[in-house]
């Protein structure tokens, strides 16, 4: 059975020298990786991984906190289109982001970014730390058409609206294990629109601890639980609508 590790972070592993062990870990447990560089100087390090391994996928965005650089980020993204699958993880974060002004220039870059996956017709990864809301409200109000939410942590009244009548995605990451939050958010989605994701190397399992794509299995076997699904058959159903959102994995 094959499962895919929606969002990690694959170049914090590089430059920890571990990442071919974590890569040969992962496909030893038919795990595929979609890595996200969220810092236009990682995006080359994070491609040469995908064009290395088979079993890994590029995803290239932009850093919440890094709005100031959206004009790069959209010069080099456009650049590098045909080489990657998805554009993200973008978005906005009200956690680390408490001013105004400053909230409408990460809006702004969150926008921008939004109409370039809608120009080179590719998913979006989004992060919404503390700003679920706002940020589908966002989504809504442009042309954000292909939408995948990671570790959402807003409200599961959302999440149900958005997967179900938006068609957005929803990832559950390795931590819904530990977070009634997340285990929330799992009863919620709809199962059509359901991912799986780890984060790596945050978001581990057990808290602080440093995590692996192959983790990726602890998301799915948690969710399995808690929806009272085979595992087996839940994989088949999380994989259908991975494949589904990310068109280039299957080609
Ligand atoms: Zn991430």
């Given at each position: ?56 996928f ?188 990310y068109?280039k994995i299957g080609?």
């Open positions: 059975m094959r499962i895919i590790d929606t969002h990690c972070h694959l170049t914090f592993f590089l430059k920890e020298n571990r990442l071919d062990q974590i890569v040969k870990n992962a496909e030893k447990q038919n795990v595929a990786i979609i890595s996200s560089a969220i810092l236009p100087e990682e995006y080359n390090a994070n491609l040469d991984i995908s064009t290395k391994h088979a079993n890994v590029t995803s290239l965005g932009l850093d919440a906190l890094e709005y100031d650089r959206f004009e790069t980020a959209i010069e080099r993204i456009r650049d590098l289109s045909s080489d990657i699958i998805a554009i993200g993880e973008i978005g906005i974060d009200h956690y680390l982001v408490r001013d105004h002004k400053e909230r409408d220039k990460q809006e702004l870059a969150f926008r921008e970014l939004i109409a370039l996956a809608h120009e080179l017709s590719l998913p979006i990864q989004v992060h919404s730390r503390s700003a679920g809301k706002r940020a589908i409200e966002i989504l809504r109000n442009t042309s954000a058409d292909n939408v995948h939410m990671h570790a959402f942590d807003g409200k599961s009244s959302i999440a149900r609206v958005a997967s179900r009548d938006y068609g957005y995605y929803f990832s559950i990451p390795s931590s819904v294990v530990r977070s009634p939050q997340k285990q929330k958010l799992v009863r919620a989605v709809d199962i059509e629109h359901l991912l799986v994701e780890t984060d790596s190397p945050v978001l581990a399992p057990i808290r602080g601890e440093e995590n692996a794509p192959t983790n990726v299995w602890t998301a799915l076997k948690a969710v399995a639980e808690i929806l009272g699904r085979n595992v087996d058959e839940l994989a088949e159903i999380v994989l259908e609508n991975t494949l589904r959102l068109k080609t």
